[in-house]
């Protein structure tokens, strides 16, 4: 297709590129945990004229609290605010329990350019852990201090952050029987949520290319499902599956160059088939009479975890990428679909039914061992954040469609809501790259 | 589930004509998406008519006009006996009137994976089609689509709603 063609359907289909939709999402903890870490971010200090541009610790807070891994204090209850290292007086900070502390100060460096820096601390010890000097402009600001967060959360935990990934979804608002559908990519955080494309018709599937910098999804603009790739960035689109019957369900391969994706090529037969993305050659993995959809790759790309109804219910397989008789991975309970293999590959995230009800479980790869997570009816679309520490899934509250994140050991949970309508179908990026 | 079909005829609306037959248009992109309204089913307009239908023939044809919705059962494509005497009259039809095209557009309920939904809408789709083809209607008369759970056509988590999602919408593409 050409790029002018592209350009065309992007108009037609009226796509509202970085316009000032911003849905805003609110972030509730719905369910807490007792072995939080409790820390200080303490407020940076300034060192320019006029007011501070920025309340790092805020945003640097706010991450660290929705990690689930830290309980961060209240400004309130800092018995002091210290800016420099000579200024922190341990023992105040053992008065309140608190076992880390951040410091840090922002510095103008030139025109809108500004310099942090900041420093963490065990109190107990009375030792630095970590410290460094970050520069940007105003308008990174926040990307600064979701970097500062995640710096923090790797230092205290080993295990790299997610504060500076972001998260896809489909909006769905207006009338409910006729409602307008947005796929919009925000931070990880509900901020810049930024609309990448709308419809009046159904929008299903987001999944992230490995580079984080497009988005491949579903959608019925054309009256049946189609596979298209966006550009992040641009906003240029490509449609790549547009086979007669469903093209659905798309994934990337860990090397970007291929979807898997589900088609029935109209015979009514949903198989799963590999979509070389360069040259449009497809190879089909899957041929079986019942149901195969919902592909996803391993993380080294050998295999391809799906759904299948072969057995009478749906259940999850694999398959090598190469071909071959599939393998089932579950086993408990009736229902288990939608599998998602985690980051280091030991499990996958399921939809499974519990007792009548819609949850999301993790089920041991090698074992089968399967473990509910999630307490509500309707839970679906299960996807792990990319240090593996938590899965997003879309849920109900109050009748309305919202995401819930949860830890992977189902302890820690809370909840996006949009301001207006329905959210679903969460995609998490991978991490940036740097 | 035959309270659902007296239902069914107060869910129609007539709306003014298809700009496109079938397929993958290129104007299908706008807001308007196939140019009908979402879940109602379009006929009876005359081209340059007014909007207004007059559906007029024997019975078959009123039971072609105003009984288009097959029923299922939770996680179900099967057909019960009514749906296949009804599926008889639209195949029927379809053998008479060759210049007939049907989308058959499959729905499931909300509950489980949407993109496992998409392959039992399918399911539900072919199976109608299936009957279809036995009475005599022309493989190039018919169209399937799966929604899954994505367009209800009722809203609400429970059974009555679910029953009335559960479908194959028979859309006649005048």
């Known amino acids: 297709m050409t790029l002018l063609r592209a350009r065309i359907m992007l108009l037609c289909a009226c796509l509202c590129l970085s316009q000032a939709l911003r849905a805003e999402l609110t972030i509730e903890i719905t369910k807490g945990q007792g072995e939080a870490v409790p820390v200080a971010i303490v407020p940076f200090g300034w060192d320019g004229p006029g007011p501070k541009p920025y309340e790092i610790a805020r945003v640097v807070s706010s991450d660290l609290a929705r990690s689930g891994r830290f309980a961060p204090i209240a400004e309130k209850d800092m018995l002091q605010k210290p800016t420099a290292v000579a200024d922190i007086d341990f023992g105040d900070w053992r008065i309140i329990d608190t076992e880390v502390v951040v410091i840090g100060r922002i510095t103008p460096a030139g025109v809108g350019r500004y310099q942090m820096e900041f420093r963490v601390f065990d109190v107990f010890r009375g030792e630095q852990l970590l410290g460094y000097r970050l520069s940007s402009d105003t308008a990174g600001m926040r990307g600064a201090a979701h970097k500062i967060s995640d710096l923090i959360y790797e230092k205290l935990t080993g295990i790299r952050g997610v504060a500076s990934t972001r998260v896809a979804y489909v909006s769905v608002r207006g009338d409910r029987l006729k409602p307008t559908y947005r796929l919009i990519v925000a931070d990880a955080d509900g901020e810049n949520a930024t609309t990448l494309m709308e419809s009046r018709q159904p929008i299903m599937s987001p999944a992230w290319s490995p580079d984080g910098r497009k988005l491949a999804y579903v959608s019925f603009e054309n009256g049946q499902s189609q596979v298209f790739v966006q550009e992040l960035r641009t906003g240029a689109r490509r449609r790549v599956s547009a086979r007669k019957g469903v093209n659905s369900a798309p994934t990337w391969s860990p090397d970007g160059r291929r979807l898997a994706l589900t088609l029935s090529k109209g015979d009514g037969n949903l198989d799963i088939y590999l979509l070389e993305i360069s040259n449009q050659v497809l190879t089909r993995l899957t041929n079986w009479p019942s149901i195969e959809t919902e592909p996803s790759w391993s993380k080294d790309g050998s295999e391809v975890f799906f759904t299948s109804d072969r057995s009478g219910g749906p259940q999850v397989y694999k398959v090598s990428a190469k071909g071959g008789n599939p393998k089932r991975v579950t086993f408990e309970g009736g229902y288990n679909a939608r599998p998602r293999v985690s980051p280091d590959g030991t499990k996958v995230a399921v939809v499974h039914n519990d007792r009548g009800n819609y949850r999301i479980a993790v089920v041991d790869v090698e074992r089968a061992y399967t473990q509910v997570l999630t307490e509500g009816s309707l839970d679906e679309s299960p996807a792990f954040a990319p240090n593996g520490e938590m899965l997003i899934y879309a849920s109900r509250a109050g009748g309305r469609g919202v995401l819930s994140t949860v830890s992977v050991d189902g302890r820690f949970e809370q909840r996006l809501a949009a301001e207006e309508g329905e959210i679903r179908e969460p995609a998490w990026s991978p991490f940036p790259i740097n | 589930m035959k309270i659902f079909k007296l239902l069914v005829p107060a869910l129609f609306l007539v709306v003014a004509g298809c700009s496109s037959k079938g397929g993958l248009s290129t104007d299908g992109m706008g807001t308007d998406g196939m140019g009908t309204d979402d879940g109602a089913s379009t006929y009876g307009t005359i081209d340059g008519a007014d909007g207004s239908a007059t559906p ?119």
């Open chain 2, 56 to 174: 007029i023939g024997d019975d078959r044809d009123a039971i072609v006009m105003n009984d288009r919705i097959i029923y299922f059962a939770f996680d179900s494509a099967e057909l019960d006996d009514a749906s296949i005497e009804l599926l008889r009259q639209h195949g029927r039809y379809l053998a008479d009137n060759p210049g007939e095209k049907v989308r058959l557009e499959g729905h499931t309920d909300e509950r489980g994976s949407r993109e496992y939904n998409i392959g039992l809408g399918e399911r539900r789709a072919v199976s109608v089609q299936s009957v279809l083809l036995v009475q005599g209607a022309a493989v190039n008369q018919l169209a399937t689509v799966s929604f899954g759970e994505e367009r209800p056509a009722a809203l609400g988590s429970d059974e009555t709603a679910y029953g009335q999602n559960r479908r194959v919408e028979i859309v006649y593409e005048r």
